[in-house]
T-cell receptor, first 114, second 110 residues
Framework: NAGVTQTPKFRILKIGQSMTLQCTQD?????MYWYRQDPGMGLKLIYY???????DKGEVPNGYNVSRSTTEDFPLRLELAAPSQTSVYFC?????????????FGPGTRLTVL | GESVGLHLPTLSVQEGDNSIINCAYS??????FIWYKQESGKGPQFIID?????DKRQGQRVTVLLNKTVKHLSLQIAATQPGDSAVYFC?????????FGAGTTVTVRA
């Protein structure tokens, strides 16, 4: 199993541009999550999904959108990129609810908005 | 504000010594806690977890202690090795999501 994979690894955007961060897991996990990690800080939850077709906002959803059309994929969309969105983005998945089962993380996407 | 935090942002430890990383949480209703290790340029990696009906759990070279009275969590690493150098995060369940602290950077001295 590849686990959780993310693409791209790095990206530089100009202010106002849009992009989609890809996340795929091959563990047949129902739950998937998007976090951002700013320098020297912990992870903050952006959006999460409890199954295909179901998504919900986390702690910091503004400026982002998600979709979950399949169990495997959970892309994160940035519309009108802003410098405040410069961060490292991690996707994670878990078999059950995040509060009671382990979340497995991807390697991250480092995004810079200039 | 954050409900999970770590007492010290950095910890320097001599190779072979034991490491203790501390974490305080504020939600007395939390019933599940996880420690993650994050190496430079990588995603967080699961180390060990503990449920609130336990006060101690041991893994390979790691032990997690939970003190619900003072809402404190600690991770002990035995015989610290250079490969243990990383940022360590504690996380608690928040409803059915995880809430992470800011992390402690552990540096192992040769």
């Amino acid at each position: 199993n590849a686990g959780v994979t993310q693409t791209p690894k790095f990206r530089i955007l100009k202010i106002g541009q849009s992009m989609t961060l890809q996340c795929t897991q091959d563990m047949n996990h129902n739950y998937m999550y998007w976090y951002r990690q700013d320098p020297g800080m912990g992870l903050k939850l952006i959006y999460y999904s409890v199954g295909a077709g179901i998504t919900d906002k986390g702690e910091v959803p503004n400026g982002y959108n998600v979709s979950r059309s399949t169990t495997e994929d959970f892309p994160l969309r940035l519309e009108l990129a802003a410098p405040s969105q410069t961060s490292v983005y991690f996707c994670a998945s878990s078999y059950g609810a995040g509060g009671v089962t382990t979340q497995y993380f991807g390697p991250g996407t480092r995004l810079t908005v200039l | 504000g954050e409900s999970v935090g770590l007492h010290l942002p950095t910890l320097s430890v001599q190779e072979g010594d034991n490491s203790i990383i501390n974490c305080a949480y504020s939600n007395s209703a939390s019933d599940y806690f996880i420690w993650y290790k994050q190496e430079s340029g990588k995603g967080p990696q699961f180390i060990i977890d503990i449920r609130s009906n336990m006060d101690k759990r041991q893994g390979q070279r790691v032990t997690v202690l939970l003190n619900k009275t003072v809402k404190h969590l600690s991770l002990q690493i035995a015989a610290t090795q250079p490969g243990d150098s990383a940022v360590y995060f504690c996380a608690e369940n928040d409803d059915y999501k995880l809430s992470f602290g800011a992390g402690t950077t552990v540096t192992v001295r040769a």
